[in-house]
């Protein structure tokens, strides 16, 4: 019995290794091709898209011929809008819509950037920027660096909306909290104001092995916890300080920006869904960021801008690897 057990582990080890390098071979097989993309901004005009989508579904139900009238007239007044933009005569106002989807990282940053750079080199009296945000949070230092960004559009008094339809939390909602006004959806997911740091200790395993674990360092906090060596009381308290510095700044930046809120009572590290961070004034109107934009190509030029970054094959590889599991979760 017991070699049976022995063998069918064996199995089951080489089973899940192989199953391992399947998943890597095509992580690696995808990234790799899609490698190949050019690199720059890429700017959709959005009220034709929705135009050109609802003159699909009109064909398909009535009849292509039935249109024929509407689609020459649509065609005319595009050459007159073309001809009036060629002009610098415009019609409407204009909104920008960027997308920013967020990881651990916040490795969108880098096209956020330039997207945002472009917008300030064209904007003018009347236009506004609306941030599609999808954003479960992550390291700090990357995520305010994304929330700078977005403050650099405030700073030009480029009016800054930014619509949550799942997700802007921890690091996600530190970006979100600078807008002029926030629109979430009536369950995505807002909050968790809060800090976290956490790592394990292999100290107790390696005496066991009878393995010892040397670290130099300089300074008296140049390193507070390890993985590996022996922890001290004072490492851990250092570590509680630090952690509750950077809560004190995520605090403070959303009592600059959101003046409404109560801090003590969102600050806990909780979330909320939309309807509830209504309630919380975390978010200041449940809408979808769809009918938001369906609303505005009445009234206004909408222009999805985004730019489109060449990355290098290892970042592919992790960026692979970061969404099979996020697929997994």
Partial sequence: ???????????????????????????FVVAVRRGGRGEGLVVQHLNRSFEDAADELKAAID?????????KARAKQRKREDKARAKDERQKPRTFVI?????????????????????????????EVLV?????????????LAASQLLRLK???????VAVDKVAASGGYLMACVADRIIAAPFAIVGSIGVLAQLPNFNRLLEEKGIDFEQVTAGRYKRTLTIFGKNTEEGREKLRQEVEDVHALFKAQIGQHR????????????YWHGIRAL????????????????EATQQRDLYHVA???????SERVLGGVDGLLERLG
């Fill in 1 to 27: 019995m017991s070699g049976f057990l022995a063998a069918y582990g064996l199995f089951l080890a080489e089973l899940i290794t192989l199953a391992a390098l399947v998943v890597a071979v095509v992580i």
């Fill in 63 to 71: 009849g292509k011929g039935r249109h024929k009238k509407e689609a």
């Fill in 99 to 127: 997308d920013f989807k967020g990881d651990m990282r916040a490795s969108a940053v880098a096209s956020l950037r330039e997207e945002i750079s472009a917008v300030l080199q064209v904007a003018k009296a009347g236009d």
């Fill in 132 to 144: 599609k945000l999808e954003n479960p949070g992550g390291t700090v230092h990357e995520h305010g």
């Fill in 155 to 161: 700073q030009r008094s480029l009016p800054l909306t």
């Fill in 259 to 270: 003046p409404q809120v109560d801090l003590e009572r969102v600050s806990t590290g909780e």
């Fill in 279 to 294: 309630e919380l004034k975390l978010v200041d109107e449940l809408r979808t960021s769809d009918d938001v934009l369906l």
């Fill in 307 to 313: 730019y489109k970054r060449r990355r290098g094959w």
